[in-house]
């Protein structure tokens, strides 16, 4: 089984920040990789697919990159309807998702 | 416009068993396999199993395999899940979740809530 390590478990930041979020694969996984965002008591909800694309309604702030085993998250300028929990999730063989990072404000 | 609507929050006592749905709406459902995800209180997401309702075939995470049952009933665009032999490690929001262009969980359920208590 392909496990995923996402990284940092939360993440503290001021309105207008930067953040990125990672996610290790233990083998190489083809860019199949998703990112979800989850607010509380709610679905999560799709972001971006295989690596960098984004879904129809994600604002440009978000973006992805990676190859490999490597992968990131951004969100610039970070506003507060970001506050939310995020996931990583490899699709390449069956499905994983990593263990999710918080964002809160500071 | 593509819609799941799971069925409401269970109180279960340990020992038994529960089945949950999940309807589907705004598409074909034979053309979309049909996925369910366990996400345990301030936990993250574990993949639970798939079924294909075009030919009633099912895969499970092995982690899954004798806790969840997986249907389908096609004449009502109706996905279930089962989970047998409940303890206290099963209370969960469960989530179905359809896939779009290679992407298992592309659309979702509102989840459905299973606490197991005595």
């Known amino acids: 089984d392909i496990q995923m390590t996402q990284s940092p478990p939360s993440l503290s930041a001021s309105l207008g920040d930067k953040v990125t979020i990672t996610c290790q694969a233990s083998?190489?996984?083809?860019?199949?990789i998703a990112w979800y965002q989850q607010k509380p008591g709610k679905a999560p909800r799709l972001l971006i697919r295989y690596t960098s694309t984004l879904e129809s309604g994600t604002p440009s702030r978000f973006s992805g990159s990676g190859s490999g085993r490597d992968y990131s998250f951004s969100i610039s300028n970070v506003e507060s309807e970001d506050i939310a929990s995020y996931y990583c999730?490899?699709?390449?063989?069956?499905?994983?998702f990593g263990a999710g990072t918080k964002l809160e404000l500071k | 416009e593509v819609k799941l609507q799971q069925s409401g929050d269970e109180l279960v006592r340990p020992g038994a068993s529960v089945k949950m749905s999940c309807k589907a709406s705004g598409y074909t459902f034979t053309d979309y396999a049909m996925h369910w995800v366990k996400q345990s209180p301030g936990q993250g997401l574990e993949w639970i199993g798939t079924i294909i309702p075009l030919i009633d075939t099912t895969s499970y995470n092995q982690k899954f395999k004798g806790k969840a049952t997986l249907t389908a009933d096609k004449s009502s665009n109706t996905a279930y899940m089962e989970l047998s032999r409940l303890t206290s490690e099963d209370s969960a929001v469960y989530y179905c979740?359809?896939?779009?262009?290679?992407?298992?969980?592309?659309?979702w359920g509102q989840g459905t809530l299973v606490t197991v208590s005595s």
């Open positions: 999730l490899q699709y390449v063989n069956l499905h994983t």
């Open positions: 083998q190489n996984i083809n860019k199949y």
């Open positions: 979740a359809r896939g779009s262009r290679g992407l298992p969980f592309a659309y």
